[in-house]
């Protein structure tokens, strides 16, 4: 079949204003760090720094809480939910009318394509902001009594892969709830938190209603350990979901935790194969499988594997790798060096443990972090690369021949957060969906999100929801 070439079509930077250097936002203001130091944010697709960020200290992060404390007391949690809604709505428009310069931003920091922060975090972004200022007023009636409290102070910590969004699913039900907050960004990825900070600043959102503290695990666990916040949200791996459960035990805090996962993707043979090639592409190379949600586990019944396998390296033949900003760009770079090592060395224990990798020709640019779109047949459910999170774009491909098969591989896993399924019949997709012991269950698609629908994971992949009337639960009392 014959290849398009596609002209550059790189997305301007000049949308972008980046300072040299950043601060903390406390009580409403950039302040420079009073124990802590600095640290580097790099563009992953060039290696070049892009800014350097304050790394807050344990008295910064105390200095974040009683602002937050203050303002909780003195203004946000006494303000009518109807006033509270009107920053909401402040914010969310604020969002959409510089979603371009947030999408750049974003692509530059994280690594991702452009076309996919454009078209999928920013859009994400505002209608997260947008749906919870619609229950700011409604809260009486969302289920939790007909008065309910906000908890008070929240200390939320979120991860590199979608920042923004992150943010937004922890910031904006916290705040229609009446709740304060101190976030901490993750350390490669905080440069679109900080603009949240202007953006605060452009809503008059008052003082110390939002904070953020950029820098490392310590700076988390800072936030997580301070006495004077009430609950903590958490979002990231499993690993460090445990050291947080842990530290937040036998206190009075409460915690959500949203982890990591390892998502079946089952196919059945009566599934529209092209269709759900598009699935399969979409759930493991979306954001380069940098997703806790991505159907990194693919499970095809025997009797179609032959044609769907041929489809999908077809299909994986025509992704475009390269520059993020670009238009055209499907897959962009991997967000650090520590992550592509991580990714590097699951891949490697897959072919010793005798799977068989292959990826489409494709050229890496020079520098940067880059790994070309990996899938690995000849997976047994024993192999690590089945069972552990690789978070990058890499797909094992497994086989079944009956549904109650597919159903026990499928729950074979210590996550539970995603999975999805392919088939022509609705009874087969909910019977199956039934068994499945996942947060989210797409059926016929993949990596779809709504801010109205909640999410979140059974057993190792966390406890709580956000999103949708669920994603309040966690900020009232
Ligand atoms: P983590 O290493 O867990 O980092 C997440 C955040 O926690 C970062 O801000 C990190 O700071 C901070 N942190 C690290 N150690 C901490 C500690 N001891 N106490 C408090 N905070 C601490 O995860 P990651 O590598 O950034 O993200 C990838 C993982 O997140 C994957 O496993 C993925 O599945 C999961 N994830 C889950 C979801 C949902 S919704 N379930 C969504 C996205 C990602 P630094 O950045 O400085 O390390």
């Known amino acids: 079949m014959p290849r398009f070439e596609y002209a550059p079509a790189p997305e301007s930077t000049t949308i972008v204003d980046i300072q040299p250097s950043y601060g903390l936002f406390i009580g409403g203001e950039f302040v420079e760090p009073t124990d802590g130091g600095v640290m580097k944010s790099v563009n992953p697709a060039s290696e070049e720094v892009l800014a350097e960020v304050a790394e807050a200290g344990p008295a910064d992060v105390d200095a974040a809480v009683r602002a937050a404390r203050s303002a909780y007391q003195r203004v946000w949690e006494p303000m009518p939910g109807r006033e509270r809604a009107k920053y909401l709505f402040r914010i969310a428009r604020i969002i959409a009318e510089r979603s371009r310069e947030l999408a750049v931003l974003e692509s530059l920091d994280n690594g991702k394509p452009i076309r996919e922060s454009r078209d999928a975090d920013l859009p994400l972004v505002a209608a997260h902001f947008?749906?919870?200022?619609?229950?700011?007023?409604?809260?009486?009636?969302?289920?939790?009594?007909?008065?309910?409290?906000?908890?008070?102070?929240?200390?939320?910590?979120?991860?590199?892969?979608?920042?923004?969004?992150?943010?937004?699913?922890?910031?904006?039900?916290?705040?229609?709830?009446?709740?304060?907050?101190?976030?901490?960004?993750?350390?490669?990825?905080?440069?679109?938190?900080?603009?949240?900070?202007?953006?605060?600043?452009?809503?008059?959102?008052?003082?110390?209603?939002?904070?953020?503290?950029?820098?490392?695990?310590?700076?988390?666990?800072?936030?997580?350990?301070?006495?004077?916040?009430?609950?903590?949200?958490?979002?990231?791996?499993?690993?460090?979901?445990?050291?947080?459960?842990r530290a937040v035990a036998g206190t009075r805090k409460r915690v959500t935790l949203e982890l990591g996962g390892k998502a079946a993707n089952i196919v059945f043979e009566d599934a529209p194969i092209d269709q759900a090639v598009e699935g399969i592409v979409n759930g493991i190379f979306f954001n380069q499988g940098h997703v806790c949600c991505a159907g990194s586990r693919l499970l095809v019944q025997e009797s179609v594997y032959d044609e769907l396998l041929a489809s999908l390296k077809r299909r994986m033949a025509t992704l475009r790798i390269g520059d993020p900003l670009d238009?055209?760009?499907?897959?962009?770079?991997?967000?650090?060096?520590?992550?592509?090592?991580?990714?590097?060395?699951?891949?490697?224990?897959?072919?010793q443990e005798g799977a068989q990798p292959w990826s489409p020709p494709c050229e890496l640019p020079e520098r940067g972090f880059w790994f070309a779109p990996t899938i690995f047949t000849g997976v047994t459910q024993a192999h690590r690369i089945a069972r552990e999170e690789i978070f990058g774009p890499v797909l094992s491909v497994l086989t079944f021949r009956t549904p109650d098969e597919a159903v026990a591989k499928a729950n074979n896993t210590p996550y539970g957060l995603s999975a999805g399924i392919w088939s022509d019949k609705g009874s087969r997709i909910l019977a199956i969906a039934d068994r499945l012991r996942a947060g989210v269950v797409w059926a016929n698609t993949f990596n779809k999100f709504d801010p109205a629908a909640p999410f979140g994971g059974y057993k190792e992949s966390g406890y709580g929801r956000e999103g949708g009337r669920h994603g309040l639960e966690g900020y009232l009392a």
Not at 331 to 348: C, F, K, M, P, W
Request: hydrophobic content about 45%; proline content about 7%.
């Open 130 to 245: 947008f749906y919870y200022a619609g229950w700011a007023d409604k809260l009486g009636h969302a289920g939790f009594g007909s008065d309910p409290r906000p908890v008070g102070v929240a200390g939320q910590v979120i991860p590199w892969n979608f920042p923004l969004l992150m943010l937004a699913w922890k910031i904006a039900p916290a705040l229609a709830c009446g709740n304060t907050v101190v976030l901490k960004p993750a350390e490669t990825t905080p440069l679109s938190a900080l603009r949240f900070a202007e953006i605060c600043q452009q809503a008059d959102l008052p003082p110390g209603v939002v904070n953020i503290v950029t820098g490392a695990g310590s700076t988390g666990a800072a936030v997580v350990e301070h006495p004077d916040v009430d609950k903590v949200a958490f979002t990231g791996s499993t690993e460090v979901g445990r050291q947080i459960a």
């Open 327 to 351: 238009k055209n760009t499907d897959i962009g770079a991997i967000n650090s060096r520590v992550q592509l090592d991580r990714i590097r060395t699951l891949s490697e224990i897959g072919e």
